[in-house]
């Protein structure tokens, strides 16, 4: 009699797992919000239909899930809870669509796309809910005279995007941006200098939005910051890329341009359209313009992997080209610094330090600083003070070398800066005279 029973409810059992085999199920929903957007993800175990649509009166988006079952204990109201944008989610079961509906604080319009999987996620429906209205266009202002120089800095990956995970769980998207944060720091404190944050928060944003988030601030250099991971987790050291249109020139390179450029399936990007333009002229031109700009982004990366090797152990010595989406900027020498490799334990525990993440920021804002006084942009405060060039002291600097490395003689560097003997301190600024 028992074993008829046991019998039964493994049948049950059986049943009631055939019966989801083929079921398209409602497994998540996650929300991120970025400073002028908030997306909404649904995870499904398979591809789904979908009907997506707003309404008025009150302000709500309606997302139709056809042939879709949520899994057991899917509340999707928790997520919504403290949202900039979004009050709650509701749902209901009509018929074979499962429905949820979206309340909204304003009127936003949705837009939605479904992504297959990559890891390391599954089937995903995106829907991104916009301002349903546009601030108005400002006017443009003419560029100041003497102006500050511009950096823009994008702390890779965020949001749903987490970029590489190492040991004990540390994720890429939060060590760089901690890192751009205390570069954005130290280049605000230096007279003349500008930084700009691509990336505030733990949101994503395609690649090419971030440059154009640069572009509208008129960035006269474009920093891209990471910390990848490569298949071997013995590989370990910094390293500087430049854009490379014809292959990459390490197989290191390689395999991190494929990387992080297939990042913006993660974050759920569609692909550019460039349908109202001539293919051919656009070609011409952009070919043009970063031709102009990749010798300067070669010169920049030169100088900040000097400054870093100082600090860190370096991944090459030489500046390294690849295909990186995110450095393909016609208007401003970019370039991508890997600050180390957290599949490496031994540099993934490194990076997630405040102290060595500090000596990082200060390697590479003391590589910008320098190429920006040795080849200041016009219009800039530094252009007009180019025969007063400024050098801000580093470990292990000397009178000799500075001197050496500028062409000009110790006794010149110590007249023009008052000094009475060979010693100088850390993070101290010097003139850098025009002759001598």
């Known amino acids: 009699m028992l074993a008829s029973r046991n019998k039964l409810a493994l049948l049950s059992l059986l049943l009631a797992a055939n019966s989801f085999a083929g079921t398209t199920l409602l497994q998540g929903v996650r929300i991120h919000e970025a400073p002028d957007s908030t997306r909404v993800v649904f995870d499904t175990n398979l591809s789904v239909k979908y009907e997506v649509f707003s309404l008025n009166n009150p302000n709500r988006i309606v997302v139709d899930l056809i042939g879709v079952k949520p899994e057991s204990g899917f509340d999707p109201s928790v997520v919504a809870m403290g949202r900039a944008r979004i009050s709650d989610i509701r749902t209901s079961q009509r018929g074979d669509t499962y429905r949820l509906v979206i309340d909204t604080k304003q009127k936003l319009l949705p837009e939605a796309f479904a992504l297959k999987p990559i890891k390391p996620y599954g089937h995903r429906l995106v829907v991104d809910l916009l301002a349903s209205v546009k601030p108005p266009v400002k006017p443009s202002i003419p560029v100041a005279k003497n102006r500050n120089v511009i950096i823009a ?64 601030k008129r960035a006269d250099l474009f920093l891209s910051i990471h910390a990848d991971a490569f298949k071997h987790a013995n590989v370990r050291g910094a390293s500087v890329y430049t854009l490379s249109d014809r292959g990459a020139s390490s197989e290191t390179a390689a395999w991190l341009a494929e990387r992080e450029n297939r990042s913006d399936l993660l974050g759920g990007v569609g692909n550019v359209s460039l349908i109202d333009k001539d293919v051919v002229l656009a070609h011409v031109l952009l070919d043009l ?55 490496n334990p031994q540099e993934a525990k490194r990076l997630s330090q405040a102290e060595h993440q500090d000596k990082i920021a200060r390697a590479i804002t003391t590589g910008v600083e320098q190429f920006m006084r040795s080849s200041p942009p016009p219009g800039t405060l530094l252009a007009s003070r180019v025969g007063e060039m400024q050098y801000t002291i580093v470990r292990g600097d000397t009178l000799s070398r500075i001197a050496q490395q500028y062409g000009i003689s110790s006794r010149a560097l110590k007249r023009k800066n008052g000094l009475r003997s060979d010693s100088i301190r850390v993070g101290q600024v010097i003139v850098i005279p025009t002759g001598g």
């Open 153 to 216: 800095i994008d702390a890779g990956h965020g949001g749903d995007d987490p970029g590489a995970i190492g040991p004990m769980r540390i994720q890429e998207k939060r060590v760089v941006l901690q890192i751009a944060k205390r570069i954005a720091k130290k280049i605000n404190a230096i007279t003349g200098f500008t930084a700009i944050l691509v990336r505030t928060g733990d949101y994503y944003l395609p690649h090419r939005k971030r440059t154009q988030i640069a572009r509208e």
């Open 289 to 343: 313009s970063m031709d102009a700009n990749r010798l300067q982004s070669i010169e920049v990366g030169e100088a900040i992997l000097t400054s870093m090797g100082r600090v860190t152990k370096l991944h090459k010595r030489t500046v390294e080209q690849a295909a990186f989406v995110v450095l393909k900027s016609p208007d401003m020498p970019s370039i991508l610094v890997e600050t180390g490799f957290i599949s």
